[in-house]
């Protein structure tokens, strides 16, 4: 068969060995790497991701050393070789004739310890701990772990390594003015602070020989004021080749950087220009990541000679079989990362293990699994969310018969809503995904057909699931059914007319949601085809690299169509609740565009006037033209009594079962391990 992505799917020929493809699954950290078991886990995990043809895989980040360890209890690759274990990873790729990379990352400034060490003792902003300045003595010990370190991971199996040198880890704080104050032979001028990050590379090479892969992460775009000018970049690059490095990936921005980099309303492929822009400066292999989640799109890069290969993090935690679907022409089945980060780095942040929204199994691959079903079922499932269409898949996938029922038109439940938010459009493929994966296996799916009680226990199933979701929650506020208030499924759903003066009661992320599509004058777009350029401005990204960093002088540039108030009861920061990787890029990006926002506020009537609060003890008036209610939501149970009472096992899933904090990652497990266990 013909390849659907000759460019993508062609062999990459690094001198000494031969990429399969050019699909790079790119490093993140899970968590699998610190806990019990985890070498056996990590081992499942990855052999799932070769097994799909990952073209060259790279691990979660490894400290060379105690001192670049990110967190007190972060495992690192030091001392007198690795743990045995890793040769369960190394040998789980090789089985299916993969390639992996151990990444060593020195946290830096960003270890969260004590004894966290930098070029200078500049303190980060998102670290409550003060770094110590490395003395000289130190900087030529961590040039020695660093290359102990990969020549540890070639003992136990790796093919190489990929040394991190951006997003403002310990290489990339030596390179910037931002952090490096020094005055000797490793501060100053530009030779001096790129000279720990070729040492390494050079003593990597000069410890693990010619014929083993060094990856260097090179900051493209720093993002942060004190960064480094285009040109400093490519001259990284250069002397990074010219240090023995085979490969340059390309990483984007510094993690306190105040612009969102691979967050969900981050167009595809935002930063692929800045490899494309040096492609042509070094003659090694350049790599190109963020926000690339599709084969089409990953095969235009690469035969527009943007970049020599892509790297995906994300979308292979999304569909372990990514790239195998991508050969065999099944593109439509993937199931395609939506940038949502709730599953995956929120979790990680927060000390949890990682996992994938839309496939709760990554990660839990030694676990969450299931079985052909021996005694086959008539199942009926209430309702086509997350929740509901995740156990029509795994019921149907075991074998059971399922018959979907579904009120509206179209599957998707509350995705649809999401979907419509500018910079949530790619919610719409996790529906589409869903939608050909229930077809494929046979799933009987009745749209515009509203399940009732007597229906379904005459038509005689098994087992009923309801996966019904919520009714919004309807708050006591005299003069609530006024006019002039709309709830969030009118403006979302039904496509209510909204004024130019708005308030939000609610600033959960359903709130900030209504908030985010009533700031856009031009609704969602097509993610296919993305106004980059408009992104980039709007966040103050300098395209032309003018100056360090990337900033453009005058910040970002956005506006909005509408005057927009969130409020809520609690006293707590607006804002505070929503999630940890993404809620602060919208929060922010709402600010910038003037949206006020109230904290402590009660409702004390909607009249002709508007919205009546008192903030503080001081009444006040908000001269709206409408109010909208995103105040929660209710669990809709409305068939379970009498399904039960008729003796039919019935299961409630997502929003029917808990609505308090409605939660697609939690409703999608949910409906995988009822499924499971059925």
Request: with cysteine; charged share 25%.
């Amino acid at each position: 068969m013909t390849s659907p992505y000759p460019h993508l799917l062609a062999p990459l020929d690094l001198g000494f060995t031969t990429l399969k493809n050019r699909v790079l699954m790119g490093s993140m950290h899970t968590g699998l790497e610190d806990i019990p078991g985890g070498f056996e886990k990590q081992a499942a995990f990855f052999s799932e991701r070769a097994k799909g043809q990952a073209g060259l895989i790279v691990t979660g980040g490894y400290s060379p050393n105690a001192d670049g360890r990110l967190g007190l209890g972060d495992t690192t690759a030091s001392g007198d070789g690795l743990d045995n274990g890793h040769t369960l990873i190394t040998k789980a790729v090789h089985a299916h004739d993969g390639k992996i990379l151990l990444q060593v990352l020195h946290g830096g400034r960003y270890s969260r310890h004590e004894e966290c060490v930098s070029a200078s003792d500049v303190k980060s902003p998102i670290n409550p701990h003060r770094p110590t300045a490395l003395s000289l003595a130190g900087i030529k010990q961590t040039v020695e772990d660093y290359a102990n370190c990969a020549r540890m991971a070639r003992d136990v199996g790796y093919d190489g390594v990929e040394i991190m040198g951006s997003e403002g880890y310990l290489l990339t704080q030596f390179l910037a003015p931002r952090t490096n104050l020094r005055d000797d032979d490793y501060g100053g001028s530009f030779e001096n602070r790129v000279r720990l990050a070729t040492d390494v590379v050079r003593r990597t090479r000069e410890a693990c020989g010619n014929d083993f892969i060094i990856m260097y992460r090179c900051s493209m775009l720093d993002l942060v004021e004190g960064g480094l000018s285009w040109e400093e970049i490519v001259k990284v690059a250069q002397a990074i080749e010219a240090a023995g490095a085979t490969l340059i990936n390309s990483g984007i921005g510094w993690h306190e950087a105040r612009i969102p980099t691979i967050a969900h309303m981050v167009p595809r492929g935002a930063f692929v220009w800045t490899a494309q822009k040096m492609m042509g400066s070094v003659n090694i292999p350049i790599i190109t990541s963020n926000r690339i989640n599709n084969p089409a799109q990953a095969e235009e890069i690469i035969a527009s000679g943007q970049a020599d290969m892509v790297s995906m993090a994300r979308p292979m935690l999304a569909d372990a079989d990514f790239v195998q679907k991508a050969m065999d022409d099944k593109a439509d089945e993937i199931n395609t990362c939506i940038a949502c980060n709730q599953g995956c780095l929120d979790r990680i942040f927060d000390g949890r293990l990682s996992t994938c929204l839309v496939n709760p199994r990554a990660c839990y691959e030694t676990e969450l699994n299931y079985e052909r079903a021996v005694a086959i079922k008539s199942i009926a499932v209430v309702g086509s969310g997350p929740g509901g269409m995740s156990f029509a898949e795994i019921a149907a996938a075991r074998g059971h018969k399922v018959t979907l029922f579904e009120a509206s038109d179209r599957l998707g439940g509350q995705f649809n809503m999401a979907k419509a938010i500018p910079g949530k459009e790619d919610y719409g493929e996790t529906i589409r995904y869903y939608g050909t994966r229930l077809k494929n296996l046979g799933v009987d799916i009745r749209l515009k057909t509203a399940a009732t009680a007597d229906a379904l226990i005459e038509q005689g199933f098994d087992e009923v699931v309801l996966a019904t979701g919520v009714t919004p929650r309807t708050p006591d506020i005299p003069g609530i059914k006024h006019a002039k208030v709309l709830s969030y499924i009118d403006v979302l759903q039904n496509g209510a007319a909204v004024g130019e003066k708005v308030a939000i009661i609610g600033a959960g992320g359903i709130g900030f949601d209504v908030a985010e599509f009533l700031t856009h004058a031009d609704g969602p777009g097509d993610p296919a085809k993305p106004d980059i350029d408009k992104f980039l401005r709007e966040w103050g990204v300098d395209k032309d690299l003018k100056g360090p960093g990337g900033l453009l002088p005058e910040g970002p540039q956005m506006s909005s169509p509408r005057e927009i108030t969130l409020l809520q009861r609690k006293e707590t920061r607006v804002g505070r609740g929503l999630n940890k990787t993404t809620g602060w890029a919208v929060s922010l990006g709402l600010q910038i565009k003037g949206a006020d926002m109230i904290a402590g506020a009660s409702y004390e009537k909607i009249d002709d006037d508007g919205l009546h609060i008192i903030v503080g003890g001081e009444p006040r008036l908000l001269a709206v033209d409408n109010i909208i209610i995103c105040a929660g939501q209710e669990s809709n149970r409305e068939l379970e009594n009498d399904l039960k009472a008729a003796g039919i096992t019935t299961h409630l899933i997502g929003g029917a079962y808990k609505a308090e904090e409605l939660n697609a990652l939690a409703a999608i497990e949910q409906g995988f391990k009822v499924a499971a266990a059925a």
